[in-house]
C-alpha cells in the first residue's frame, strides 16, 4: 500500500513538472507567435528565440534592469518599460514580483509573459564569476544545418551560361557560449547554394566576443555588432520590428550595441564599441567599423546628388 501511494506521488509531481515545463514552453511559442506577423520576411527567428530561452535560465533581475535590457523582452512597449521605471522611483524596489499588476499599462496577459523571464535574486553574476566557473558552468551551443533542393535545379545544369561555379549545398555552423547575463561569445559560418565548397568552405563568417554589466561600462562588444538609436534616423544596423496592431508598437525599441549572431550576410559593423554611463540618464557608445558597406546614390532631374 505504501509503495502503491508512493509511486502515485511520484507520478503526480512528474506530471506537474511537465505540466509547468509545456506551460513555460507554450508561452515562449505564443510569443513568437505574436511577433512573428511583425517581422520582416527574412528575419533571423533563432536569435529571437535564444534570447528568450536564455532568459528563461538567467531571468532579469526587477530591481537591478536597466531600458536596455528590458527592451530585450519583445512583447514589451516603449510605454510600458517607462512606466517601469516610473513605478519603482516612486514605490522603491519589488518585493514580490506579482506587483508588476499594478503597474499601468501591464495587463494580465503582459504579467503572465514576464513572470518567466524576470526574478527578485538579488545575487550578481559576478559574485560567482571565475575561471572554473566561466569552463563548466558556462552554456554552449552548437547548430549545424544542411539543405539542398533534390530536383537538379538550372544553374546546376551543365548549359553554357547557366553555370554556379559552386555546389548546391547550403551549409550553416553555429556556435553560442554564454554566461549568465554578463559574458558571451559566437561564431557563425554559412555556405549558400551555388558558391565554391573547395578553396573557401564557407563564404560568410561572423564572429564575436561581448561583456555586460562592468560598472560604468555597460557593454562591449569584439567583432560584429549592430547598432540601433532613435528610431532609424540617427543610426539603424540590423532588423527591426514592424507596425502592429498596438498603437505603442509605432514607436522602434532601440537596443543600443547589440553583438550580431544572425547569419544574414548585411546590416551589421565589424570592429568594437561600447556603451559607458557617463552620467545617470546619459549613456556614450563609441564604435570603429572595418567593414566595406554598400550604398546607394538618388540623383534629381539635373544629374545633382541627392
Given at each position: ?66 531600458s536596455e535590457e528590458l527592451k530585450t523582452l ?19 524596489n519589488f518585493v514580490d514580483v506579482l506587483e ?159 553583438p550580431y549572431t544572425s547569419a544574414n550576410e ?41
Amino acid at each position: 500500500m505504501r509503495f502503491r501511494m508512493l509511486t502515485m506521488l511520484l507520478v503526480m509531481i512528474t506530471f506537474i513538472a511537465n505540466a509547468q515545463i509545456a506551460e513555460q514552453e507554450v508561452n515562449v511559442r505564443d510569443i513568437l507567435e505574436s511577433v512573428a506577423e511583425n517581422l520582416p520576411d527574412d528575419y533571423d527567428m533563432t536569435e529571437l528565440i535564444e534570447v528568450l530561452s536564455r532568459l528563461k535560465k538567467h531571468p532579469i533581475n526587477l530591481n537591478k534592469t536597466s531600458s536596455e535590457e528590458l527592451k530585450t523582452l519583445v512583447f514589451l512597449s516603449p510605454l510600458q518599460i517607462s512606466n517601469f521605471f516610473a513605478y519603482i522611483k516612486e514605490n522603491g524596489n519589488f518585493v514580490d514580483v506579482l506587483e508588476l499588476q499594478t503597474i499601468d499599462a501591464f495587463d494580465v496577459k503582459t504579467v503572465e509573459s514576464l513572470i518567466p523571464f524576470v526574478t527578485l535574486n538579488a545575487t550578481t553574476e559576478y559574485e560567482k564569476l571565475s575561471f572554473h566557473n566561466l569552463i563548466n558552468l558556462g552554456e554552449n551551443d552548437v547548430v549545424m544545418r544542411y539543405a539542398q533542393t533534390l530536383q537538379k535545379q538550372k544553374g546546376f545544369t551543365d548549359l553554357p551560361g547557366n553555370r554556379y561555379l559552386g555546389t548546391p549545398e547550403r551549409f550553416q555552423t553555429r556556435y553560442r557560449f554564454h554566461y549568465g547575463t554578463i559574458v558571451s561569445a559566437a561564431i557563425t559560418f554559412d555556405k549558400d547554394a551555388g558558391e565554391k565548397f573547395i578553396g573557401k568552405p564557407f563564404d560568410f563568417f561572423s564572429g564575436n566576443i561581448a561583456l555586460y554589466k562592468l560598472g560604468k561600462i555597460k557593454k562591449v562588444v569584439i567583432g560584429d555588432y549592430t547598432l540601433q538609436f532613435g528610431q532609424g534616423i540617427t543610426l539603424w544596423s540590423g532588423f527591426s520590428f514592424g507596425k502592429g496592431p498596438d498603437v505603442t508598437s509605432v514607436a522602434k525599441k532601440d537596443l543600443g550595441l547589440k553583438p550580431y549572431t544572425s547569419a544574414n550576410e548585411y546590416s551589421f559593423l565589424r570592429g568594437a564599441s561600447a556603451t559607458i554611463n557617463l552620467h545617470k540618464n546619459f549613456d556614450l557608445t563609441p564604435f570603429v567599423s572595418f567593414r566595406n558597406l554598400d550604398a546607394s546614390q538618388d540623383f534629381d532631374l539635373d544629374g545633382n546628388l541627392v
